[in-house]
């Protein structure tokens, strides 16, 4: 029976640890920290249930995670709520976006937009740039295939940004607005930067599986039920052992040798610590200096940090379990702090999740757990801009539901040096490696490393889509090669 090693108990390390033990190889799963999840995961505080991170599932049962649930089978509560999101739309108003955009309520809050002449207009120039790019039957099929984002289209637009992208159909500002917004949101990288390709890919999926969601007991539901698969199947799991070294013989791996000091022997070795961490793990030494210079030029993710409101009651009410504006700004400066070292946003995109509307066991009987998060670069060494980043995109928050502020009993927050904490990479991104052109699709790392034996998994290697659910995707293709 083959020996494997799993470095990590994220998301990918977990799910790649219990497909593998299920299908009958000896596991052992080096953790860290004292708990799994990694970025994905949730702890006690305050008597409320709190996740790590901000987190959504774009497709929740129907994506990655669930098709994992189902092939070890266990169960894994997902909870969703339609519409899903309240957009505030500046002199538009609430707008609020549903699952499905097909469905009767979807079409009745499209229906009862306020469209003025001007958006008319827009709507008719927006055709004719379309035309002009395309011609009319080109037109068509190429709208038709971002719609059910067809492979070929993937691929097309997989080395182009989502700004690009964009203007080959429209100038609208508030379009524009609206999908760099929502490529922070979904990609964690701003749309001049975020791959069309990958965008395509998963703005199509959470509409045609209208599942978007969370799972029931917060972000730890995820690992946490691949975890309980692997102890069922015999797995191996060490809490508070990190990995130290990956140790290679004659060009393969031959084990691990863990933070304990002890040699943990294998003759495959999953590593769900990134590619960066990985080369490090096994020694520069060990590759081919073209890879370790290419693994080195890889761009990483942006960040969110977060503000976590405890209420003593339940304020909230929208009809929509979580809340976003779109800023009033050029498109292209919405996000432009990020890459400026002292910058601090005037008028920031903020997003707002109240995760006790869709899971009221994560707080206390009567109260309401809210979150406000904002985006920025993954740079660690920014604890006093991120605190500051955080009081303006609060009192943003307040200003549109004052009597929040009124019944906070407590509050705490997250940012990069946080995030650093679990991962201990010396870096603060979200996701892993950036989802931007010349990273994703054919162009993605392999997580097949040039070392025998060795693989990544997680976000940085094999998997599309959002966060999580790309690394548990990279886990299903892993799992797959490796038996």
């Known amino acids: 029976m083959k020996k494997v090693v799993v470095i990590g108990c994220g998301p ?60 070890l089978g266990i169960s894994q509560p997902w909870l969703s709520r339609d519409p899903s999101e309240t957009m505030w739309m500046n002199d538009k108003g609430f707008f609020y976006l549903h699952q499905k955009t097909t469905s009767p309520a979807a079409l009745k809050e499209l229906a009862m937009a306020n469209i003025t002449g001007k958006q008319k207009v827009d709507v008719l120039n927006s055709l004719r740039r379309s035309y002009k790019s395309f011609g009319f039957p080109g037109m068509l099929r190429e709208l038709a295939g971002v719609a059910k984002a ?208 869709w899971d009221a066991t994560l707080a206390p009987p009567g109260h309401q757990l809210i979150m406000i998060g904002v985006a920025t670069s993954n740079n660690v060494d920014q604890e006093e801009r991120s605190q500051k980043m955080l009081d303006i995109a609060e009192q943003k928050y307040f200003s549109f539901f004052p009597e929040v502020e009124r019944n906070i009993v407590a509050k705490s927050r997250i940012t990069n040096k946080d995030t650093n904490r679990i991962t201990r990479k010396g870096t603060g991104e979200c996701i892993g490696l950036a989802q931007i052109p010349g990273q994703v699709g054919s162009a993605k790392p392999h997580p097949k490393m040039p070392v025998g034996g060795l693989w990544a998994v997680g976000c940085d290697a094999g998997g599309r889509g959002v966060g999580t659910e790309q690394a548990t995707a990279s886990a299903m293709l892993v799992a797959s090669l490796i038996s």
């Open 150 to 357: 067809l492979p070929g289209i993937i691929a097309k637009y997989d080395d182009v940004t989502v700004r690009d992208f964009l203007y080959l159909f429209t100038e609208d500002v508030g379009i524009h607005r609206a999908m760099n917004c929502l490529s922070m949101l979904l990609l964690v990288d701003p749309y001049d930067k975020a791959s069309a390709g990958e965008f395509i890919l998963v703005v199509s999926d959470i509409f045609r599986y209208g599942t978007l969601g969370v799972p029931k007991g917060g972000a730890i539901g995820v690992p946490r039920s691949f975890m309980r698969a692997f102890k069922r199947d015999g797995g191996r799991l060490v809490l508070g052992v990190g990995a130290k070294e990956i140790t290679v013989e004659n060009d393969r791996v031959t084990g691990v040798v863990g933070s304990d000091g002890e040699h943990y022997p294998a003759d495959v070795v999953v590593s769900n610590a990134g590619l960066k961490q990985t080369v490090k793990l096994a020694g520069e030494a060990s590759f081919p200096g073209e890879y370790v210079d290419y693994i080195d030029s890889l761009e990483l993710s942006y960040s969110w940090i977060a503000s976590k409101l405890f209420l003593d009651r339940r304020i909230m009410d929208l009809k929509a379990p979580s809340f976003f504006p779109i800023p009033e700004k050029d498109p292209d400066q919405i996000f432009s702090y990020c890459d400026e070292p002292d910058g601090l946003p005037q008028d920031p995109f903020i997003f707002g999740p109240i995760p006790t509307e």
């Open 12 to 71: 990918g390390g977990s799910a790649c640890a219990a497909l593998l033990a299920s299908r009958g190889f000896d596991v052992t799963v080096l953790e860290q920290n004292d708990f799994i999840g990694g970025k994905c995961s949730t702890y006690e505080e305050n008597g409320f249930k709190v996740d790590t991170g901000i987190h959504m599932f774009a497709t929740g049962p129907s994506g990655p995670h669930g098709q994992t649930a189902r092939e």
